[in-house]
């Protein structure tokens, strides 16, 4: 286990890491201070943290739905050319 300390909002908060991601948490501590920064002040230490909780959240979900699949997924589209072979099977059978 490793400590790091990040700075942000102009206070400086001592975590915990495991070994080899301490670039990879100073980096996120990085992305929470610029959010921070950019709410600016006149809020209270809490509220800016949370509203840069909630930005990134939101920019998370918004990454989420870019990437999500645009076609049903695997059980769905099995039960669709389930469904599909069946009305086949009834169109052959009423044309025949």
Same mark, same amino acid.
């Given at each position: 286990?490793?400590?790091?300390?990040? @700075?942000?909002?102009? %206070?400086a908060y001592?975590?915990?890491?495991? !070994?080899? !991601?301490? #670039?990879?948490?100073?980096?996120?501590?990085?992305?929470? $201070?610029?959010?921070v920064?950019q709410?600016g002040t006149? @809020?209270?230490?809490?509220? @800016?943290?949370?509203? #840069?909780?909630l930005?990134l $959240?939101d920019?998370l979900?918004e990454a989420?739905?870019?990437?999500a699949?645009?076609?049903? $997924?695997p059980? @769905?589209?099995?039960a669709?050319? #389930?469904i599909?072979? %069946?009305?086949?099977?009834? $169109?052959?059978?009423?044309?025949?």
């Amino acid at each position: 286990m490793s400590n790091l300390t990040l @700075q942000i909002g102009g %206070r400086a908060y001592t975590v915990a890491c495991a !070994e080899g !991601e301490e #670039a990879h948490v100073s980096a996120l501590g990085r992305m929470i $201070a610029g959010k921070v920064e950019q709410i600016g002040t006149g @809020q209270s230490e809490a509220r @800016q943290l949370l509203f #840069a909780a909630l930005i990134l $959240a939101d920019e998370l979900h918004e990454a989420r739905s870019r990437t999500a699949p645009a076609g049903p $997924a695997p059980d @769905q589209a099995e039960a669709l050319e #389930a469904i599909a072979a %069946r009305l086949e099977k009834y $169109a052959a059978a009423l044309e025949g």
